[in-house]
């Protein structure tokens, strides 16, 4: 698949959840502006609410586009950065006045609840299939035996010979 064709498909997969959430519009270009003279703190969350944005994005576009991904890699890196972002929040929470950056948490926010989203529709469909192939194995291995409408009682009755 060429990186056009990989484009459009993500694209196409990430129109399938408007419906669920309103669309995503950045709320940020990236770094809070000079006149807000924002703390070191405040200036080290922004990084890491890039990188988590990157993957929350990755793992999203993943989902959507039905690839087979590690996902249990991603999301020990999603868990780590959610990790690290708390520890950045926690660290100016006495000085949270930057408008940017309350804006950027409510985009994460969206992105976040974007994500669970399509990590639901993939587990719910996996739970469909695990269903679906548990039922046709028990099916296939079952003789009847212990169901409700078992093969014996709607056969035709066997009379006994008498000695």
């Keep these: 698949m060429t990186d056009q064709q990989d484009h459009l498909a993500r694209a196409e997969a990430s129109a399938?959840?408007?419906a669920l959430l309103p669309p995503l519009v950045p709320l940020h270009d990236g770094a809070p502006a000079a006149s807000e003279a924002p703390s070191?703190?405040?200036?080290?969350?922004?990084p890491v609410l890039d990188r988590?944005?990157?993957a929350l994005d990755h793992e999203t576009a993943e989902l959507m586009t039905l690839r087979s991904a590690d996902f249990n890699?991603?999301?020990?890196?999603?868990?780590?950065?959610?990790?690290?972002?708390?520890?950045a929040i926690r660290a100016i929470e006495g000085e949270v006045t930057d408008?940017?950056?309350?804006a950027r948490l409510s985009t994460l926010r969206l992105k976040l609840e974007h994500n669970r989203l399509a990590i639901g529709m993939h587990?719910?469909?996996v739970r469909e299939i695990a269903s679906a192939m548990t039922e046709t194995l028990i099916d296939a291995e079952s003789d009847g035996t212990y169901s409700a409408t078992s093969r014996i009682a709607s056969a035709p009755a066997v009379k006994a010979h008498a000695p």
């Design 73 to 87: 890699r991603l999301n020990e890196i999603k868990s780590r950065l959610l990790l690290d972002a708390s520890r």
């Design 40 to 46: 070191g703190a405040s200036r080290a969350i922004w």
């Design 16 to 18: 399938s959840l408007p």
């Design 123 to 125: 587990l719910d469909a």
């Design 99 to 102: 408008g940017r950056l309350i």
């Design 52 to 54: 988590l944005e990157q």
